[in-house]
């Protein structure tokens, strides 16, 4: 079992920065896979970026790539997400999830039902 707890959002103004994090408890956390999804007001949870363990491959969304950077601290058993150069369209709760799969199907990271926890989210608000 692995539980999820996302901080670190928050309102910015456009163009700033924010960076969320996602701590895990479990012993094995540095054998999971961990992803940020998004969900604005009315539309649907979409991905935003994930990354493996061993070796740490990373995938991003084509609308987030350049701006925002995912990593993780297995030692701290925390993933972040470093977010630049924010727009208003990236308004939205945000949720980190996991799965102990890594996928050969780059497209598998992008899906929800792939992921076995989640957690409770965070708002990120962007003002224009």
């Known amino acids: 079992q692995v539980q999820l707890v996302e901080s670190g959002g928050g309102l910015v103004q456009a163009g700033g920065s924010l960076r969320l994090s996602c701590a895990a408890s479990?012993?094995?956390?540095?054998?999971?896979?961990v992803g940020w999804f998004r969900q604005a007001p009315g539309k649907e949870r979409e991905f935003v970026a994930a990354?493996?363990?061993?070796?740490?491959?990373?995938y991003y969304a084509d609308s987030v790539k350049g701006r925002f950077t995912i990593s993780r601290d297995n030692a701290k058993s925390t993933v972040y997400l470093q977010m630049n150069s924010l727009k208003p369209e990236d308004t939205a709760v945000y949720y980190c999830?996991?799965?102990?799969?890594?996928?050969?199907?780059?497209?598998?990271?992008?899906?929800?039902?792939?992921?076995?926890?989640w957690g409770q989210g965070t708002q990120v608000t962007v003002s224009s």
């Open positions: 999830a996991a799965t102990a799969w890594r996928f050969s199907v780059i497209s598998d990271y992008q899906r929800t039902g792939k992921y076995d926890y």
């Open positions: 479990g012993r094995t956390f540095s054998r999971y896979t």
């Open positions: 990354i493996t363990w061993s070796p740490g491959n990373t």
